[in-house]
Nanobody, 120 residues
Framework: QVQVVESGGGLVQPGGSLRLSCAVS????????MGWYRQAPGKQRELVAQ??????TNYADFVKGRFTISRDNANTVSLQMNSLKPEDTAVYYC???????????????WGQGTQVTVSS
């Protein structure tokens, strides 16, 4: 049906950079929005950034000025992360919202997540 695959996570020192990528595949007619969320151990999953149809973007306050979300095409989104801090350590998940797929199905899909660790 629909698959969401993230890549680009890893271990970096504070102040370093990473670029996460997400590709959505399947019999897709439309994806209304795509975004990145993260979840640290013992914490709730939280929005990092999202881009909606029309190109509008939304960022969490804790990443403004450091992270940039880009929708490379209809089914691909990236997250450029600069000036990383230890508190950015989390599993980062790609989210495809409002997906029309198959013959006439509609729903949301999540990737499996990619680990980002910021440590000296």
């Amino acid at each position: 049906q629909v698959q969401v695959v993230e890549s680009g996570g890893g271990l970096v020192q504070p102040g370093g950079s990473l670029r996460l990528s997400c590709a959505v595949s399947g019999s897709i007619s439309r994806i209304n929005g795509m975004g990145w969320y993260r979840q640290a151990p013992g914490k709730q999953r939280e929005l990092v950034a999202q881009v909606l149809r029309g190109g509008s973007t939304n960022y969490a306050d804790f990443v403004k000025g450091r992270f940039t979300i880009s929708r490379d095409n209809a089914n691909t989104v990236s997250l450029q992360m600069n000036s990383l801090k230890p508190e950015d350590t989390a599993v980062y998940y790609c989210h495809a919202a409002g997906v029309w797929y198959g013959l006439s199905r509609f729903g949301d899909f999540w990737g499996q997540g990619t680990q980002v660790t910021v440590s000296s």
